[in-house]
Each structure stands twice: as structure tokens, then as C-alpha cells.
């Protein structure tokens, strides 16, 4: 079957048919009106025995084909039509959406991007693009075509709903709840809106939120273990460890048990300072899921905090073995050594957590105590140096942050000048802040200074071009 949304597309007619294939083409139009699949799939195809180069009649006849789950000569009707007619917009969509149903992601996005060219303001196909480009990891590109859809149409809920997650994924976390909760309110039942809904609540630091979005999908569909995995994990970083606990058990007493529920129901126990059953727990995580190398990792540390040094590396290993690039198993693992006195050994593995996630002043701290230590002055020097300059960084940006939120108060305030020269002190601070960049041209616009106000619009689009930057006060979405 394909996509529901397949089905909103209104058939064009940019050709004259030869004398018979019109009226059979007809024909298999009203047959589909009447949802008599078997009928309109008749005409259609003698509709094209009539007229060979009959492009909309390939194309519908496509599209029942894939209605009746004949998807690869489906495929190769679109395909056809596309040849026969360029500018044929229906084939075009449907072969792009079709070609995304099967994951045939490059063609899927070659095809839509020719749909979008030919038809613009099709929010359908804005929408399948935008998917398109999203699960191929084109974040920027498949936000811009995901927000035209949304408001070409606004009740679009799948619009709405991946919208949300690709902000979510940018950072956009304002962004993001905005179309979320348009999406819960346009779809109530949708388990999978009120889920990212929650996510989204939940990263943003709205526990409350987050809890009730997951209690409202569990009272709807107790056995739905991501929402209680959810449920779970945003009530361990409430700080609320009893009642997580709970919720874990439950799910796994209602045989719902995943890898991530019994390694969540770990860290929760580890958290608790019930160290036998977190490792227990955690083993069983290992044991259930061989690719999952986090509860190895959490394995590792309630072994060396329970000092089992050996173990631990071991664990550490199996982690790391599993997901080279797991940068804080590389860490910890040089730690533990370190302490045991195998220097070259930790020395490898501080090495390879700077390699791995190079924006770590921990990381480059302790390679340069290590350095220091083995008498590698010069590199220490530098490591130490590293450090202090991304620490200096971070504290920037939190200043920097903190900054804009003055300089908003002082724009409700009236206090322009003092407005301009706070988000003027946050770029200062930290020149890739989009937000200051944006508050600034917004207050040197209605200052007068339209010039200058633009090379700052222009400065916060390059730097987030995933934000809509379209309102002209307040702060972009």
C-alpha cells in the first residue's frame, strides 16, 4: 500500500489524448472515484493501448497499481510518464514519494526535487523532500523544505511532527515544542507526536511536561514500553530515582523488557548507590542488545567505584570494542590505568579521547597532567593550553547567553541603547551566537540602522540557517 498522503494528489491533464484513450482514461478516473480499483487499472491500461505516449494514463495507472501493492511496475509506470511528459508534476511526486516508500532514498530525493521545481507550493511534496533529506542527514536543507510545508499547510501533521524532530535534532528546542504541541493538538491520539513532544519537553528541561505527555500515552496504551522507558529516564534526571525505579520494573515485570530498559534501570540503581543490583542489571543490558556498548561503559565505572580496577578495564575494553569512537570509555579507561601506573597505556587512550571529542578541557587536563608526569613538558604545555582555551570558550558562551537575556529585558524595557549594547557585549563574548546576532539586527532596526542590521540577519542565518528568522521581533523560532 502506498503513502495516505499519495492519495490527496488531484490528477492533472496537460495533454490531448488520441481519439478513444481520452474516453477510456475517463473512464478509469470515475472507476477510481468509486474506489473499483480492478475497473480503473482496466481503463487505464487501455486507455495507453489506445495511445502509447498517453503520460497520465501511465501515471494513474501507476498509482493504482501501487494501491494494489504493485509496487515495482508502479515504479516503472511513473517512471515512464516522467519520460513521455518532463513537466508532469503528478509523476514526478508520486515517483519521488513511491521511491521513498521502498528507502530508495537518492532516487526518491532526485524525483522530488523535480516535483518541488515544477509545483512549489505542494505541501505534500515539500514534505516528502523534506523526509527525504532529514533521513539522509541534509538537517539545514530538510528543515527549510519540512517549514514550507508546514505552511503551505498548516494541519499537516507529518509536516508538524518531523518539522519538530529535525529542530529538535538542530538544537532548536523552542522550535521545535512549537510545532510538537501544533501537531499533539492537531492529532491528540498520535502516540508518536506526544513521544517527540515529550523528548523535546524533556531535553529542554520541562519535566513536568515531559511526564504528562508520556502518562497520557500510557493511559491510553499501558504496554507501550518506549513511553515508559521515557517515562523512566526523564524522572532519573528529575532527580526522582524511587519513582523511576518503579516504572522500570513495571515494564519489565509486564514483559516488555529491552537492553535499554534493564541498562536505564541500571544507571537508576547505580544512582541509587545499589551497586550489586546496577551491575546486575547492566550485564543483562550487555547481554541482550551485543552492539550497545553503554552499559559496559556504566558496567566499568560501578566496577572501579566498587574497586574492581581489572574489571573495570575489561569492561571499559568491551565498551570501546564495540563503539570505537566512545570517547568516555577512552577516558575512563586511561584514568583506571593511569592509576594502576600503566602511563603509556592511559597515555593512548587520553590520546584517543581528545581524537574523539577534541572539545574536552577534562580530556586535554588529564592528557597534560599524564604528559607532565612522564616529563613530555612542551606537550603538556600545550594540552594544559588547549584546555584553558576551551574552557574560556564555554564560559563565553554561557556569559554570552546570559547577556541576550538582558538584552531582551531591556528591549521590554524601552531601553534600546542599553539593549543594543548588551547583545552588542554577547557577540563580543561568543561571535557564533546566532541569537545575539539576531537580537541585534532587530534592535538596530528599529534604531534606524537598517545597514548594519542586515549584516547581523545575514550573520545569524549563516550561522543557524535551521531557524526561522521570518518574525521580525522576539526571539526566532
Known amino acids: 500500500m502506498l503513502p495516505l498522503l499519495l492519495a490527496l494528489l488531484i490528477a492533472q491533464t496537460p495533454e490531448q489524448p488520441r481519439a478513444g484513450a481520452k474516453a477510456a482514461y475517463n ?20 486507455a495507453i493501448e489506445l495511445d502509447p505516449k498517453l503520460a497520465i494514463a501511465h501515471d494513474r495507472l501507476g498509482f493504482v497499481l501501487g494501491r494494489l501493492g504493485n509496487t515495482a511496475e508502479a515504479l516503472a509506470r511513473f517512471e515512464r510518464a516522467t519520460v513521455l ?75 508538524r511532527l518531523q518539522l519538530g524532530v529535525a529542530l529538535q535534532t538542530a538544537g532548536d528546542l523552542d522550535g521545535a515544542i512549537e510545532h510538537l504541541t501544533a501537531a499533539a493538538k492537531l492529532a491528540p491520539a498520535s502516540d508518536d507526536v506526544l513521544n517527540s513532544l515529550g523528548l523535546a519537553r524533556m531535553q529542554s528541561g520541562d519535566g513536568e ?11 491510553r496504551d499501558p504496554r507501550n514500553s518506549t513511553a515508559r522507558l521515557n517515562l523512566g529516564t526523564v524522572m532519573m534526571q528529575s532527580g526522582d530515582l524511587a519513582s523511576a525505579v518503579t516504572v522500570f520494573k513495571e515494564a519489565i515485570a509486564l514483559g516488555l523488557a529491552t537492553a535499554e530498559l534493564h541498562y536505564n534501570l541500571g544507571l537508576a540503581l547505580k544512582q541509587q548507590d545499589d551497586f550489586a543490583s546496577a551491575e546486575d542489571e547492566l550485564r543483562r543490558a550487555a547481554d541482550l542488545d551485543s552492539k550497545l556498548p553503554e552499559p559496559l561503559f556504566t558496567l566499568g565505572v560501578v566496577l572501579w567505584q566498587t574497586g574492581r580496577g581489572d574489571a573495570a578495564i575489561q569492561a571499559f575494553r568491551s565498551a570501546i570494542a564495540r563503539r570505537p569512537e566512545y570517547a568516555d570509555a577512552h577516558y575512563m579507561l586511561g584514568t583506571v590505568l593511569r592509576q594502576q601506573g600503566a602511563n603509556t597505556q592511559a597515555l593512548d587512550e587520553f590520546k584517543a579521547t581528545v581524537k574523539y571529542h577534541p572539545e574536552s578541557p577534562e580530556a586535554h587536563v588529564s592528557l597534560g597532567q599524564l604528559l607532565a608526569q612522564m616529563g613530555e613538558k612542551a606537550a603538556a604545555d600545550r594540552a594544559f593550553a588547549e584546555a584553558e582555551r576551551l574552557n574560556a570558550l564555554k564560559a563565553n558562551a554561557q556569559a ?46 528599529r534604531k534606524g540602522a537598517s545597514a548594519e542590521a542586515e549584516t547581523h540577519f545575514a550573520a545569524a542565518r549563516r550561522l543557524a540557517p535551521y531557524l526561522d528568522f521570518s518574525r521580525e521581533s522576539g526571539e526566532p523560532r
Open 400 to 445: 554570552s547567553t546570559f547577556a541576550v537575556g538582558v538584552g531582551l529585558e531591556k528591549m521590554k524595557a524601552a531601553d534600546l541603547a542599553g539593549a543594543i549594547e548588551q547583545f552588542r557585549e554577547a557577540i563580543r563574548l561568543a561571535p557564533d551566537n546566532p541569537r545575539a546576532h539576531y537580537q541585534l539586527a532587530l534592535a538596530l532596526k
Open 27 to 46: 473512464a478509469g478516473v470515475e472507476a477510481e472515484r468509486a474506489n473499483d480499483l480492478a475497473r480503473a487499472q482496466a481503463a487505464y491500461e487501455q
Open 85 to 159: 511528459a518532463p513537466t508532469l508534476f503528478d509523476a514526478h511526486y508520486h515517483l519521488g514519494a513511491t521511491r521513498w516508500w521502498t528507502k530508495d532514498l537518492d532516487g526518491a530525493r532526485k524525483a522530488l526535487e523535480t516535483a518541488v521545481r515544477l509545483q512549489p507550493s505542494h505541501a505534500e511534496a515539500q514534505y516528502y523532500l523534506g523526509l527525504t533529506l532529514k533521513q539522509q542527514g541534509h538537517l539545514t536543507n530538510a528543515i527549510a523544505h519540512l517549514r514550507e510545508s508546514a505552511r503551505l499547510m498548516p494541519t499537516l501533521v507529518p509536516a
Open 209 to 219: 511536561g515531559a511526564v504528562t505527555a508520556f502518562r497520557t500515552i500510557l493511559s
